[in-house]
């Protein structure tokens, strides 16, 4: 698989913007014109190509031109402006604003054939690009998805020319003609507390794991996303063909935190973090009609998740980090849902999907778009034919497609959200919801945006009020049972650090505090007292005392034992040399035992103001020190002892008459073995810090006095009588002898035979009988010939 | 369930370095790992664990033990599968910050 395609996010897109005024030069003269119509109205006509960009240029400068702009444009480009001025950035993705531009103004049918070219659904913006309002972000000038190279170069966003923002107002544009529904039947809403549960879990998880690792090929990184996953509790989406998304889901809440900026992706360093740009805490903290906004814009542009992946449909997740059709499809259908007639109304699911189809259907497709065939001389009946099968091909491949993703999205992500409400009609024989309505949150994320601003005002009042208020109660058993409507997103996220969550409904949430999560909430910066006093606060009764009791054990016994990792410590001589120092106040410290000062300085901070001996650093290996003899004495090399050999020579060996010699005894090994080392540990220590070999003969004597039976082995010191003979030959043929054989012991060289001890008498005299010349005096090899010298 | 003999674990020593010795300068340790406890008894209960003591392997002083680099990973586990629950300070990172 090759690696990920990144694109810029838009925060990083809105810093680079394209400067617009350089790119007029490679601009034909025809589209400059047409360009600056925009500005001065019919006289560009008038203009030269030099002239024309002579008045783009001073037009984008000057603010009272840009003031007179609003004459000029079109009601398609009046609301392109719109939309990115609800967006509050200069930038926009290309497929969301497509979409909703095609939503907003479906593409009229050809006037003398009736039917609706096969014009691509960026027909709106490319017409806003080439009036030159609107610039690739890619620095390129064709239009979108004109040709087959843009198509593999495809541009992400788009960018206004100048700040338009000034000129163009909010206005509500027409609402959708949809047909309200008067009865319903088991309506179901989702709590924004619930919702705000499971975001204020997902930051507190996220904030315990640091940071998400990614593969080179910027994937997620399957062990963080176990970390994750056992830190939410919440089970990893599983592989789907085409079945909807489960909610909640690890993937679907990274992909909307990083979509609302409040996590970052750094593919270079391979991690996603928490943006120090968003502080999520405060985010959460805000009114939920405020919040839905953020999350809403978040879930429009979210990637690498989708609602369901209809037949017909493609998605490759790990292909592209861009956002795709589902962006664009996600972008129409929040518009729609600002357009309905009456914001407090219940509609059909089904009748909405219907009117998307209308207006952008033609134009947009999830996957293959149906077209229309006919052939250049083809008779009124075959065009005829034609158009029916193509119309028959559009409504079934939208029924299949862009339907079932509609149903999809309304169950799941917009109902998770918080911001529709479901419902089903009476006398429906299906379980399934077919009915939605915006909530409230809904109303103040997608509707009310068009007609009010987007702050509230002091009269508004938040769904969760934030602040301290009792919302818990904590029980003898260390349960802790938290009101979800009453909790505040600091109080929910406070018990998320300090408990553990054992289960959670809509109304409700109980954790468990434990020893484990009391620790770890310590670890994580919560103080001691901050937390009693947090807990009691909260707790509409008083702390058990039994808890109260326990939580402050739990406290103090952390206090009682510390690991210091990375410690920097200086050795003296002795206690006087030290408090000298300390005196003088050249260092400052913690004096630990007679001679040792603890010492937060960097190193280059205690050399400058004091004279060292040296430096001696525990991360790497430790130094080879000691010579280690045959005979088992260990010799520590002086000016070369640091403070943990001692220790390790302690275990196993003995102290000698001084400090720097020791002695690796039989009695030492056992001693040792009896504390449960083994005589590889003995002897991997010792490899480690001698500066030699460590000698083969003491290796094995430690293996024997630490019981081991296999190595050294056994040995043997005997007599045996030896057979020598003259030759090589000679030996063999003794040995080959079958009546001879059973006198021998083993060969032990190419002249030497071992024989056994009580058959000399035997074997001598019966090789004397065969000839064989037997001596008593050992044969040794014959001297060389001495050298010849001239 | 089978009866056998329990598992041995390595158990420590940690002595205690001498209270003065020969030294031309001060000399620096950097990037030691210590772990310091508020009472004499709880480093003696340490030293005693089957699990945490072989990882001290000398003591500075009655109630700090130094633990080698590479028992240093999972110094802070076995205190925690001990019951213990040990305030983790590391340096570097406070240097970093």
Redesign the interface.
């Known amino acids: 698989m090759s690696r990920l395609t990144v694109y810029p996010t838009l925060d990083e897109y809105e810093r680079q913007l394209p400067d617009f005024a350089d790119r007029l030069a490679i601009i034909s003269s025809d589209k400059l014109k047409k360009m600056a119509r925009v500005w001065v109205g019919k006289d560009a006509y008038k203009l030269n190509k030099e002239s024309a960009i002579q008045t783009l240029k001073r037009s984008l400068r000057d603010p009272k031109a840009i003031r007179q702009l609003a004459e000029n444009l079109t009601a398609v480009e009046r609301d392109g402006l719109m939309l990115m001025k609800l967006r509050g950035r200069r930038v926009a993705y290309i497929e969301e604003l497509a979409a909703e531009l095609v939503m907003l103004h479906p593409i009229p049918p050809h006037p003398k054939t009736g039917y609706r070219a096969p014009v691509s659904h960026y027909e709106r913006l490319n017409e806003m690009l080439e009036r030159g309002l609107l610039i690739r972000c890619d620095r390129r000038n064709e239009g979108i998805g004109n040709s087959y190279y843009s198509y593999y170069n495809s541009c992400e966003a788009v960018a206004m020319v100048a700040d338009f923002f000034q000129i163009i107002k909010i206005t509500p544009p027409s609402a959708l003609r949809l047909s309200t529904i008067t009865e319903t039947v088991a309506a179901v809403s989702r709590r924004p507390s619930e919702l705000l549960l499971e975001l204020t879990s997902f930051a507190q998880a996220f904030d315990r794991l640091g940071s998400l690792s990614l593969t080179a090929k910027g994937l997620y990184a399957n062990p963080s996303i176990a970390k994750l996953n056992k830190l939410l509790g919440w089970s990893r989406a599983e592989e789907r063909d085409h079945q909807p998304a489960k909610l909640p889901s690890l993937e679907f809440y990274l992909q909307l935190f990083l979509a609302a900026n409040l996590l970052k992706a750094n593919y270079s360093s391979r991690a996603i973090t928490a943006n120090p740009e968003h502080d999520i805490s405060s985010v959460l903290e805000e009114p939920f009609p405020i919040q839905a906004r953020l999350w809403a814009q978040a879930y429009r542009s979210l990637n690498r998740w989708v609602e369901c992946i209809p037949h017909g449909a493609s998605f490759y997740p790990n292909e592209s980090l861009g956002r795709t059709k589902f962006n664009g499809i996600r972008a129409a259908l929040l518009l729609s849902l600002g357009l309905l007639p009456d914001p407090a109304a219940w509609y059909r699911i089904a009748d909405l999907s219907e009117l998307m189809r209308d207006r952008i259907g033609r134009h947009f497709a999830l996957g293959y778009k149906a077209s229309y065939h006919a052939s250049w001389n083809a008779t009124p009946e075959k065009q005829a034919e034609a158009l029916v099968k193509y119309e028959t091909e559009f409504l079934a491949n939208w029924q299949q497609r862009e339907h079932v993703w509609i149903e999809q999205a309304f169950r799941g992500p917009l109902f998770h959200l918080c911001l529709v409400e479901l419902a089903q009609e009476p006398k429906s024989k299906s379980q399934t919801p077919t009915l939605f309505r915006l909530s409230e949150a809904g109303r103040a994320a997608l509707y009310d945006i068009f007609r009010q601003p987007a702050k509230p005002d002091g009269n508004a009042t938040p769904t969760i009020q934030s602040g301290r208020q009792t919302c818990w109660i904590v029980q003898p058993n260390f349960e802790v049972i938290v009101y979800l409507d009453q909790a505040s997103p600091r109080q929910l996220g406070f018990m998320e650090r300090i408990g553990t969550r054992q289960k959670s409904d809509a109304t409700i949430a109980v954790y468990r505090l434990t020893r484990e999560s009391i620790y770890f909430a310590l670890e994580n910066g919560i103080a001691g007292e901050q937390l009693l006093q947090t807990l009691e606060s909260g707790s509409q009764h008083s702390l058990p005392p039994g808890v109260e009791r326990t939580l402050s054990d739990w406290t103090a016994r952390r206090d009682r034992l510390t690991v210091r990792f990375n410690a920097r410590v200086i050795e003296f001589s002795n206690f006087a040399e030290r408090d000298a120092i300390i005196k003088k106040n050249k260092i400052k410290g913690i004096a630990i035992g007679e001679r040792f000062l603890l010492v937060e300085e960097k190193e280059q901070a205690i050399t400058r103001s004091l004279h060292l001996g040296g430096t001696i650093n525990y991360q790497s290996q430790p130094r080879g020190s000691l010579v280690v003899n045959d005979d088992g004495t260990v010799l520590i090399m002086p000016g070369l002892q640091d403070l943990l050999v001692i220790g390790e020579l302690s275990a196993f060996a003995e102290p000698g008459s001084d400090i720097a010699i020791w002695r690796i005894t039989r009695k030492s090994v056992q001693a040792a073995r009896d504390r449960g080392w083994t005589a590889e540990d003995i002897i991997n220590r010792l490899n480690r810090r001698t500066t030699t070999l460590l000698p083969s003969f003491l290796k094995f004597a430690i293996k024997a006095w630490w019981g081991n039976k296999t190595a050294p082995g056994p040995t043997s010191i005997a007599t045996p009588p030896l057979l020598q003979t003259s030759t090589a030959e000679v030996a063999d043929a003794i040995i080959e002898c079958s009546f001879v054989n059973p006198y021998l012991l083993a060969r032990i060289g190419t002249c030497a035979i071992l024989i056994k001890p009580d058959s000399v008498k035997a074997l001598g005299k019966l090789l004397d009988e065969y000839g064989f010349a037997v001596g008593k005096e050992v044969l040794l090899p014959a001297a060389p010939p001495p050298e010849k010298t001239k | 369930m089978k009866k056998g003999k329990p598992a ?32 004499a008894d ?1 480093m003696e209960e340490l030293l005693a664990d ?1 699990r945490v003591g ?1 990882l001290l ?6 109630c ?1 033990a ?1 633990v ?2 590479d028992k ?1 990973p999972e ?2 586990r076995w ?2 599968k001990a019951g ?9 990172q ?2 970093d910050q």
């Open positions: 041995t674990a390595v158990t420590a020593s940690a002595p205690l370095l001498p209270a003065e010795i020969e030294l031309t300068a001060p000399m620096l340790h950097a990037n030691l790992t210590l772990v310091e406890t508020a009472d709880l089957l072989p392997v000398a003591r500075l002083s009655e700090v130094v080698p680099a240093s110094l802070h205190l925690l213990h629950t040990p305030r983790v300070l590391d340096e570097k406070r240097n």
